[in-house]
């Protein structure tokens, strides 16, 4: 049996976990935002257009957190806590390179430690809906928490801030320490248990 090649066995793990409509869907959806809010005169861009755009691009890259076969994936021979761990800091990158790359051909949407901030702490949420309710169903808790963020009452107390971290500007210390928590919680669940069955 012939052995795989490193770039080999990275295009089928790419195409298995459906990476190239994933970043299609994400190139999409952050040109399709950045289309529809130029030229909205110059004033403070709407912090829920580019937590939009995050949310989307996590959705779709969440897809790829389990494979075709789960049962193959776990009876192969080689060290998934890695290759998992890889997975999810690279679709959190992918994610935010896009949006701010978009940005660099227009106007900003938001500012660079926005975008990190918020790419981090909902790969983490996909993470966790990964490892608690599987691949399939991983983009659920980023939607969950997107849709209570934008209904969540004015962040005046601390709950309410941890609730609002999506859209709270950066440097608000609650959104980042809420946004570093569920990434690294996320990573690392995924990273050990994988996505359930």
Known sequence: MRR???GRWLTLYARSRRVPASLAVVVVSAVGVWALARGGGGGPVDPRLPVLVLTAGVMAASTGLSGQDLALDRTAAIRWMARRTAH?????TAVGTVLLTVQVIGDPLAATS????DSAGLMGLAGL???TSGGRYAWTPPFAWLSLAFFAPPPASAPARVASWLLLPPGTAAATWTA??????GTAAYAVAG???
């Open 129 to 131: 809906g990964a490892a």
């Open 4 to 6: 795989l090649t490193r």
């Open 180 to 185: 570093t928590v569920l990434a690294v919680a």
């Open 195 to 197: 996505p359930r069955r």
């Open 88 to 92: 999810v800091l690279l679709c959190g």
């Open 114 to 117: 926005f975008v990190v901030r």
